[in-house]
């Protein structure tokens, strides 16, 4: 049996109660999913599969998931469940626990006044658990700003200036309540002016003076988007004859064939952090996630710089018993 993890890892007013846990993703999805997750002693936090305002539609004919060797390709949009559910499961998780493990509610919309208004959904939460009179919160946020697969919403983070108002609408609540923690997750890029483009809008959203960034940390990375497998490799008949894992091919990217690209998003974002001469924007902190399935990854992952380790294609693959094997 592996040690367990000795000390708290903080974000802002998170504690995590070690450095390894999940990322957002449909082993996440729902009151279950959560609770086995919630109750493994392995996992430091738990964060949810994203959630949008009403449920996306999901399609089984169009939304899938497949795996190889080396990867997993997903097709996937966010999760049928609309956030409401989410605070539902949150709050019994909660409820009765001592721990201060956090749960990080994954959310997104393209609108900020929806946006808006589900985090004033999650800020009753947290007041209700009585997180926003306390110095250890339960709940946090991540903005799912990088989801590759939805046709008609481009992710924003390949865009500041398209993120700019939703990390507006989070300003603004963290501004009202500072014990707020929230962050952005974000896709994998690959040239520098990518990495210093998006600090630049985080930036953006300090005032002289201000000790900290409302953004508390960043997740990187997402999938890789517009990533095709062949049928064969993922072990699948291929769909309706295309010869390719999923339906119209492309999808998001993830396991151990993104690794190295996640690795050097954490090791460009610490780097960067380290030396900014913002001291607020030094304080933000990497949770690391791609191709990470065992103690060398997690290992790797903070050597980059990240606090805190997440994995999604290895709990899919092989459980949440993956956690006790990702301990170091
Ligand atoms: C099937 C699948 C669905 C995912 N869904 C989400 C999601 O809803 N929200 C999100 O932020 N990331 C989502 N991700 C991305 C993961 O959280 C993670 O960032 C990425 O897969 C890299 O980690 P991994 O190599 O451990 O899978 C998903 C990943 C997979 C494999």
Redesign the pocket.
């Known amino acids: 049996m592996s040690s367990l993890p000795q000390l708290d890892t903080k974000i802002h007013t998170l504690t995590f109660t070690g450095p390894v846990m999940n ?4 082993w996440a999805s729902d009151d279950k999913d959560l609770a086995a997750l919630y109750d493994s002693p392995y996992t430091g936090g738990v964060t949810t ?2 959630a949008t305002a009403e449920g996306f539609k999901e399609d089984p004919a169009l939304h899938q ?1 497949a795996f190889t060797s080396l990867a ?1 390709l ?1 097709s ?1 949009g ?2 049928p469940y609309p956030l409401a559910h989410y605070l539902t499961w949150v709050r019994s998780l909660l409820e009765p626990s001592s721990s201060p493990k956090p749960i990080i509610i ?1 959310i997104t919309s393209p609108i900020p006044s929806e946006l808006e208004m589900m985090v004033a959904a999650i800020q009753s939460l947290r007041k209700e658990i009585g997180d926003t009179s306390s110095k250890t919160s339960h709940v946090g946020i ?1 903005l ?1 700003t ?2 590759p697969n939805i046709p008609s919403k481009p992710p924003p983070s390949y865009d500041p200036p398209a993120l700019l108002p939703l990390l507006h609408i989070l300003n603004k609540a963290v501004r009202e309540d500072p014990t707020l923690t929230v962050g952005l ?1 974000l896709p994998p890029y690959v040239i520098p002016s990518q990495f210093t483009g998006v600090l630049e809008a985080i930036e953006s959203l300090q005032g002289a003076g201000d000790a900290i960034n409302p953004i508390s940390f960043l ?1 990187c ?3 890789l988007g517009g990533c095709i497998f062949g049928a064969d490799e993922a072990g699948k008949e291929g769909v309706e004859g295309e010869g390719w894992a999923l339906p119209g091919g492309y999808g ?1 990217m ?2 151990s064939a ?2 190295a690209v ?1 690795l050097g998003n954490v090791h460009r974002f610490a780097t960067l952090l380290a030396n900014h001469p913002s001291p607020a924007m030094q304080k933000i902190a990497i949770i690391g ?4 399935s065992d103690a060398a990854g997690v290992k790797r992952m903070q050597k980059a710089g990240a606090t805190i380790v ?5 709990l ?1 693959r092989y459980g949440v018993g993956i956690f006790e094997k990702m301990q170091i």
């Open positions: 990322s957002a993703c449909p599969r994203t998931h997993s997903n996937y966010y999760s994954s991540e799912n990088s989801c997750k997740t990375t997402n999938t998001g993830a396991g993104l690794h996640s996630v791609g191709g990470v997440e994995c999604a294609t290895a899919g």
